[in-house]
């Protein structure tokens, strides 16, 4: 394989460093969106300059939560919706960690989506990949959160009667302090978003649009995106709550219509992270807890002295 790893014609960098020594064959199927994911945020970690031991990726189940066993880095491939308490507890342990969840819609949206709206509330210091393929992938394609109201499957052979959920307007509600969407058709733009998201302080939620050739043949993740950033006819102010709230309803409005409005809907910044906060008003210690307790130097101390301290 080549040690190169090409996005952009102009534009060449060595991802090999996430890549596992002992490639696991990935189990995606051919066309899977999932491969963009990858591809992309390797790319978007040479960018950053980071080295795969200054990294955790969490995962969840589904054929998205595979992406921890073919990415280079520490990782964790956790329960089915619970990726994102367990990156919590990495980012106030070792707030120096480039902390990545990822899971699918039905991961993310469904099982999880009561972590989801509380790590997005506190703001924790974390970058969220939702892999959106509108349905249940590694189950053979039941209807998600996210599958559009009609969508047959064998859980609703008639076609579902409900509303999809509106990802990023959930995201702005429940306090995400930076969200986007992008898709697997354009990785350019994905890698843009996904270094831009990991530089922001604080929960950067990505609603990142994949396709599932194998279970999801009508969705519109297929079909040309529209930058709303390049765009001149979507001018709004991406720091101003209402004008980012006011164009995620157009862009949901316009997904379920079949087109693809992608790219940075909201970012505030300034607003601290929850470790942060803590660390600010003493009640978490400024050195961070797995240097004090898993230094090869330091003395064990036993887990109630632990509880103990941080209580
Ligand atoms: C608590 C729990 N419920 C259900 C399952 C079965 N299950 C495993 S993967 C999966 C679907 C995952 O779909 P999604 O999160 O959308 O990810 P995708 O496979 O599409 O990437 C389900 C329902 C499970 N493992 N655990
Ligand atoms: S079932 Fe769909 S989501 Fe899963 S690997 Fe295959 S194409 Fe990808």
């Known amino acids: ?37 990858l591809k992309t945020l390797k790319q978007a970690m040479v960018e950053r300059g980071k080295n795969p031991d200054e990294v955790l990726l969490v995962t969840g189940i589904g054929c998205s939560g595979k992406l921890s066993s073919y990415f280079e880095s520490y990782g964790f491939h956790s329960i089915h919706g619970r990726s994102l308490p367990v990156a919590r507890a990495a980012t106030l342990a070792n707030p120096n960690l480039e902390v990545v969840a990822a899971g699918g819609d039905g991961d993310g949206y469904g099982i999880g989506g009561n972590h989801f709206t509380h790590t997005a509330r506190e703001n924790h210091d974390m970058t969220y990949i939702v892999f959106n393929n509108e349905i249940f992938g590694l189950t053979k394609g039941q209807t998600s959160p996210t599958s559009p109201k009609g969508h047959k499957s ?121 470790s942060e906060e803590k660390r600010q008003t003493g009640q978490m210690p400024d050195e961070p807890i797995v240097e004090q307790y898993f230094d090869d130097d330091a003395e064990w101390k036993p887990s109630a002295d632990l509880l103990d301290r941080h209580r």
């Not at 994949?210 to 279970?215: E, I, K, L």
């Not at 997904?255 to 409005?261: A, P, R, T, Y």
Request: hydrophobic share 35%; net charge negative; aromatic share 10%.
């Open 154 to 274: 064998k859980t609703q052979p008639s076609g579902s009667a409900k509303n999809p959920i509106r990802p990023l307007e959930w995201g702005l509600n429940a306090g995400a302090t930076y969200i986007a969407r992008t898709a697997a058709v354009n990785p350019r733009q994905a890698t843009e978003i996904l270094v831009e998201a990991m530089d922001h302080d604080g929960f950067a939620h990505i609603d990142f649009l994949t396709q599932c050739p194998t279970w999801n043949k009508d969705a519109k993740q297929y079909v040309p995106y529209i930058d709303v950033q390049d765009s001149e006819d979507f001018e709004f102010d991406v720091h101003d709550r209402d004008e980012a709230a006011q164009m995620m309803r157009e862009t949901d409005t316009r997904l379920h219509q079949g087109e693809i409005l992608t790219g940075r809907f909201f970012v505030e910044e300034g607003r601290p992270s929850y």
């Open 1 to 37: 394989m080549s040690a190169f790893n090409a996005i952009g014609a102009d534009q060449e960098v060595d991802t090999n460093a996430f890549t596992p020594g002992v490639e696991p064959r990935a189990t995606w199927c051919p066309g899977c969106g999932d491969f963009a994911v």
